[in-house]
């Protein structure tokens, strides 16, 4: 199997599902992205570049628990290329982030099936 790394930067927004105050139900979408990085004199100077084309679609369910860590399962779908399907491995965490409205957080997923 060959090692294949890339970036996306989705968009999109999660609300809390019907009936329960500690599941969330994200759906974000991500257009075909060219990232670029200088590392020059003036600093770093980064930019993303959208030139069109396909797009991939992320779903996932998040339950988070009252210490702040959380448990996630989705799907990301790659245009008609394929999909990966993704459970958390351990526990995620979400911590303030020191902008209003925005947390920051981590974890890793163990990626369970795939297509494509």
Known sequence: MRQLSFVLRFQGSAAPVAGSSQTLQ??????????????GADGIQA???????????????????????????????????GTVEFK??????????GIEGLQRGGMLWDVTRGTG
């Open 88 to 97: 958390t491995l351990g526990m995620g965490y979400m911590f303030p982030s």
């Open 26 to 39: 994200a759906q974000t979408t991500a257009v075909n992205q060219t990232f670029r990085t200088m590392l």
């Open 47 to 81: 930019t993303v570049e959208s030139p069109g084309g396909g797009d991939a679609a992320f779903t996932s369910r998040v339950v988070v628990n009252a210490d702040g860590t959380f448990d996630e399962t989705g799907t990301i779908t790659y245009g008609s290329t």
